[in-house]
């Protein structure tokens, strides 16, 4: 019962949270000098043409009323319609954000992987030759722009080996299945499309892998340490002298420890990929939420930019909430 209500107050904290965003970024968006609009006409267009449009889209009116007719709209789910496009938005959202949720939470998966297994082997090892290498491979995985990264992956797998799919799209032209969730891997899998299924698994394999080289060194670090901290308490020290074997030790004392604050450094990868891979959905013509939303923002598309920045707010405050709930179940000694 105390989960539960502590998950309630948190998604009833997320209300004024969302408010308070959509305030701010209603305002600076208008603050901006210049017509969005503007951009949208041809040469030969007319004040009087601008001025239709504008009223179309309700910028003829004050601030506050056009505020209040957005969240009036945002309260019964319209985003409203892009100035580029003329499509709803929340259409264009939905196609957009499932292939980059997909991208980004395989690729903390396995960035997760990567990091808890290699910290705590650094760890178990340390000042050895493969605690060595773990540390340097971190460091220059930490310098490594993932970009510069994926343009390597490209060059070899693809270029020099050829070994992987053609870095284009999402799955190959050859292959279609019904859009569900529209999250590939999961569509083609419920079609029991194998071919699709093989597609979409090939076309990930290098996006993926550049995400979470990148992003499993912070991880790796942050295990690292504290299991080296897990290995120098008390506790650690009073069961080894019990004679309690290796991998008990291990299990109870080391990984436990060394998990404890992996789910709130998780939680902060993940809201940063959501946006953030905007470079890797560009390399790879993902077509992702950060592409939709940089294309958006380099022509001021109010209700583009407004609803990328409410649902990655509405992403963030529920992965931090499941991160605090994890660590929560993973250390004992926090109340939630």
Same mark, same amino acid.
């Given at each position: ?34 017509? !969005? ?39 019964? /789910?319209?985003? /409203? ?69 994926? *343009? ?92 309690? !074997? ?21 939680? *902060? ?68």
């Amino acid at each position: 019962m105390r989960l539960l209500a502590y998950v309630v107050k948190r998604l009833l904290l997320l209300i004024p949270v969302l408010f308070g965003i959509s305030i701010v970024t209603f305002v600076l968006l208008r603050l901006v000098p210049g017509d !969005p609009l503007r951009s949208l006409l041809p040469q030969t267009a007319t004040d009087a043409d601008l001025a239709r449009i504008r009223e179309r889209y309700g910028l003829d009116r004050s601030v506050v009323d056009q505020y209040w007719i957005y969240l009036d709209k945002l309260l019964h /789910g319209d985003f /409203g319609s892009s100035f580029q496009t003329g499509a709803p938005v929340t259409r264009e959202m939905f196609e957009r954000l499932g292939p980059t949720i997909e991208l980004v939470t395989i690729a903390l998966l396995v960035a997760l992987v990567i990091g808890i297994v290699f910290g705590v082997v650094s760890a178990l090892r340390v000042n050895r030759p493969s605690d060595h290498v773990i540390r340097v491979g971190s460091l220059a995985a930490t310098a490594i722009p993932e970009f510069w990264l994926a *343009l390597l992956l490209i060059l070899i797998f693809y270029y020099e080996l050829g070994v992987v799919a053609a870095p284009v799209g999402r799955y190959g032209a050859s292959v279609s299945f019904p859009e569900v969730t529209r999250i590939d891997l999961i569509d083609a899998t419920l079609a029991g499309n194998a071919a699709a299924v093989s597609s979409v698994a090939s076309h990930l394999l290098l996006p993926v892998a550049a995400l979470a080289a990148v992003t499993s060194a912070p991880i790796i670090r942050t295990v690292r340490a504290s299991a080296l901290n897990a290995l120098a308490s008390e506790s650690y020290r009073c069961a080894e002298a019990h004679g309690l !074997p290796r991998r008990t030790l291990v299990h109870h004392y080391v990984l436990r420890e060394s998990l404890a604050g992996v789910p709130t450094l998780a939680a *902060l990868i993940y809201g940063n990929l959501l946006g953030g891979a905007v470079l890797i959905e560009f390399i790879f013509g993902w077509q992702g939420f950060g592409q939709w939303a940089l294309q958006a923002l380099q022509v001021r598309d109010y209700p583009v930019i407004q609803a990328f920045v409410l649902v990655s707010a509405t992403v963030y405050v529920i992965v931090f909430l499941l991160a605090d709930v994890i660590h929560a179940v993973l250390d004992p000694r926090v109340k939630l």
